[in-house]
């Protein structure tokens, strides 16, 4: 008796265990978007649980100028933070950067080529404080390079334009 209990106990924690794993996995659906003359604006994939009203982008993304050269390439990841809703707290999504991205001048050149150092940013969020978020930091191993090509030293600007495109909260991705 003893030993049936111990199996049905060893079968039900490995059912628990087995059904939280699956549930931590995202489901994705791979989509284009484009611009209005027809031509690919981006492609990627995005949180299949969401889908319905935004899209967050995970994993590996593509984007491209309109005139069809790359402009970057690089992954995604999905994170939250509290927003005050009418009934208590709710989560606010938004998308991340991170690992290795690469940027194009719209010539086609390498324009920006590095590793997002995750850090924290505070967001404001309609919570009285707001709330830290996942941010890339552009860190000194970054090398950036002019419209020819040509290694230089990056500027302010340059650099914040990168750290800007590093996330995308819900209201940047919400469906039209």
């Given amino acids: 008796m003893k ?25 994705t659906n791979t989509i284009t978007e484009y611009y209005e003359n027809g031509k ?6 995005i949180d299949d649980f969401n889908k319905e009203f935004n899209n967050y ?12 050269k790359l402009k970057s390439s690089g992954n995604y990841k999905l994170g939250t933070y509290e927003q005050c ?6 989560d606010g999504y938004y998308s991340y950067k991170i690992g290795e991205w690469i940027y194009f001048h719209e010539n086609g050149k390498l ?26 930091f552009v860190t000194e ?26 996330f995308l909260d819900e209201w940047d991705m919400m469906k039209d």
Avoid: M
């Avoid at 809703?85 to 709710?90: A, E, K, S």
């Avoid at 967001?123 to 709330?131: A, L, M, P, R, V």
């Fill in 85 to 90: 809703c009418t009934g208590g707290l709710c």
């Fill in 141 to 166: 191993n970054w090398v950036f390079y002019d419209k020819n090509g040509k290694k230089i030293s990056p500027t302010e600007n340059d650099i914040n334009e990168i750290e800007k495109s590093s």
């Fill in 111 to 136: 324009k920006a080529k590095g590793t997002y150092r995750i850090g924290k940013k505070h967001k404001e969020t309609s919570c009285e404080g707001g709330d830290e978020i996942n941010f890339g």
């Fill in 40 to 45: 690919i604006k981006s492609v990627g994939n």
């Fill in 3 to 27: 030993k049936i209990i111990y199996i049905l106990i060893l079968l039900i924690s490995i059912s628990c265990k087995t059904i939280q794993i699956e549930s931590e996995l995202q489901k």
């Fill in 57 to 68: 982008r995970i994993g590996l993304w593509n984007e491209f100028y309109e005139n069809g």
